[in-house]
């Protein structure tokens, strides 16, 4: 019986992983980075959950928010000193975003949506860097529509 899977002494992680596995696992975290591709991803998905809540998309906006979750819990994994600045955002910010997207109103959404705005901007200034201000979108990105 032939098999459709050949092993292979092949190299598959590719020639850019190089060196002893603890070399390997090092280039491979570095690639992960540090908070900065995790404010990156949670900036699109910020302006994400605006739009999806000037749209009245629930759903989308219900996506958007555990998307945020998810990424700063993973950042704080790689960065586990960054925690308590964010133990606010995430224990009580998020939270009281989740009862506005619950109750599918939109003045309710807006006015959270300042709060989380303004839970961003004080986990900044935790974070010593208070000049990475965060402001409502202006422009939509995305081509999601409801």
Known sequence: MISCIQKSDKNIQGK???????EKLETIEMQFRGFDMVMFETGYRYQELYWAGQDQNWE?????????????KNGLIRRPKRAQSAEQFMNEVIPKMEVALDS?????????????????????TKENVPHFTVKKPLNRVSPIRK
């Open 104 to 124: 599918k109103d939109t003045t309710l959404f807006n006015s959270s949506f300042i709060m989380l705005t303004k839970g961003c901007l004080n986990c900044h």
């Open 60 to 72: 989308y906006a219900d996506y958007q928010l555990e998307k945020i979750r998810k990424t700063i």
């Open 16 to 22: 850019w992983i190089q060196g002893s596995e603890e």
